[in-house]
């Protein structure tokens, strides 16, 4: 068995775009996921150790210098960050040669032949769902017969046939045994979840049909396949005992109502947990009374949703499989059980306007969700939303992030909709809404209640603040009067 590095690289100052992002850039407070994806692996191969080298803060010379005790690297990468960590590898590389490095994630999962065509010091891509893929090459198997492997042999790069996606997710190891062994909870936050928390997947792939969302299209699949109720119940049990500091766990798996009888059972399974268990999780609009009834009598505090547009035919143009009554009735259902809702929009998607990102602004502020989040629609390779784009001529560039910040781009534009235009809808939208008397009213009470509360507030707007003044769009584009990339 091969000792085995388990890498989420250095890339930008606190840019969250590794193995449990869904979207990679430098978010508009600090936050960091779990590296989930890396610690399956890790808990298959015995002699491993996974590094998280953003919320540690470690540099590529810092990284670079753990090369010697290993015999196998891999790391996590992403469309935003793959230029940075190639030169990651080459570090690595040069300080030991005989280094065997592969990468991971939905870049090269879509991209292999161009990835490793890029990246001649890369030895190895893993496709789609990993886990077995790479143990089986810590262990020593022939590449040839691994499956979902991509490789390069002398001049010649080989594609392995894809490893059908996993069906007994209960096989796999519980990621918070690797938490604990390799990682700092206290390194991880999220502004809409408590501090600090524990994440995990309960289950992998989602059945919608979203043309822009990454991981199902890329990654995992359209289909959920789910652990048993058993399993799950037994890692919330451990991660209860392994960090009783923590203040919720986060359930993240892409939509954790899919299933809703699913749901409600182990909502009802939470009830004899400890009493103090809170938790959070994802919903779609379509959520069931009877579900959010089961799940906030198991402990349920938060759902985050995906509301994504005000405009109706935005809502079908990205099949969504929603409507705006949903939308308000799930959060008036939320509102009677005492949930709180944390709501996602993007702006720039497929039909977007002026006039449709005036109606997401209105609807957001109508829902009045306890929280919300702006992103850019960004066209990922191996999505629908790409493709769109691609072939319509809409697509600006391939910089999605900034490349000093690691901030979000705007790289569609549209007939009738500039860039520059949709990139500068985001600090509208949140100005919109955070800056409305009724919101910061409701603020100002939750800040009186709770110190806990006020300082987390406080020091996320500190950081807000900052972002909005920071963020700028390249390359240079006017985006408002005097501003400019710097």
Request: net charge neutral.
């Amino acid at each position: 068995m091969k000792r085995t590095l388990l890498l989420n690289p250095p890339s930008f100052q606190d840019f969250d775009g590794g193995a449990g992002s869904r979207y990679q850039a430098t978010r508009e407070v600090t936050s960091f996921w779990y590296p989930t994806w890396l610690c399956y692996p890790a808990g298959l191969i015995p002699e491993s150790r996974v590094v998280d080298a953003p919320p540690e803060n470690l540099t590529v010379a810092q990284v670079a210098s753990l090369a010697s005790d290993f015999e196998l690297a891999v790391l996590f990468t992403s469309s935003a960050s793959f230029r940075h960590d190639l030169k990651t590898v080459s570090h690595l590389k040069e300080k030991n040669p005989q280094l065997l490095v592969g990468l991971v994630g939905p870049q090269v999962s879509i991209l292999a032949q161009e990835s490793l065509s890029a990246g001649p010091q890369v030895d190895f891509v893993a496709r789609r769902e990993f886990d077995y893929a790479v143990a089986e090459i810590a262990q020593g198997h022939p590449w040839q017969e691994i499956q979902g492997v991509s490789y390069r042999q002398g001049d010649a790069i080989h594609h392995n046939p894809d490893r059908p996606y996993l069906e007994e997710l209960d096989a796999l190891p519980m990621v918070t045994e690797i938490y604990h062994r390799d990682l700092k909870m206290e390194n991880y936050q999220i502004p809409y979840l408590r501090y600090p928390y524990v994440s995990f997947y309960t289950g992998r792939g989602c059945p919608g049909h979203c043309v822009y969302c990454l991981w199902p299209q890329t990654f995992t699949g359209r289909r959920y396949r789910v652990r048993s109720v058993a399993n799950v119940v037994a890692e919330v049990r451990r991660s209860l005992e392994l960090f009783p500091q923590a203040a919720e766990i986060f359930f993240d798996d892409d939509t954790f109502t899919a299933n809703g009888e699913r749901a409600r059972t182990l909502g009802r399974e939470f009830r004899g947990l400890n009493k103090n268990f809170l938790w959070s999780t994802t919903a779609r609009v379509t959520t069931s009374y009877e579900t959010l009834k089961a799940m906030k009598e198991g402990g349920l505090r938060l759902l985050v949703v995906g509301f994504e547009t005000g405009d109706p035919q935005v809502l079908k143009n990205i099949r969504k499989g929603a409507t705006l009554d949903l939308g308000r009735r799930l959060v008036k259902w939320c509102r009677e059980l005492g949930i709180q809702v944390h709501g996602t929009f993007m702006v720039g998607l497929p039909g977007e306007t002026l006039a449709s990102l005036e109606a997401s602004m209105r609807f957001a502020c109508e829902l009045d969700p306890d929280t919300i989040q702006v992103s850019l629609a960004t066209p990922y390779p191996g999505t629908e939303f790409y493709d769109f784009c691609r072939e319509r001529g809409y697509l600006q560039d391939e910089a999605r992030v900034h490349g000093r910040t690691g901030y979000q781009q705007c790289v569609v534009d549209y007939p009738g909709l500039s860039a520059a235009e949709i990139f500068a809808a985001v600090p509208k939208f949140y100005r919109r809404f955070y800056f409305r008397p009724s919101y910061m009213g409701r603020a100002a009470l939750v800040m009186l209640r709770d110190s806990g509360e006020r300082r987390r507030l406080l020091k996320e707007g500190r950081q807000f603040l900052s972002f909005m003044f920071r963020r700028r769009q390249c390359p240079e584009v006017e985006v408002e009067a005097g501003d400019s990339c710097r």
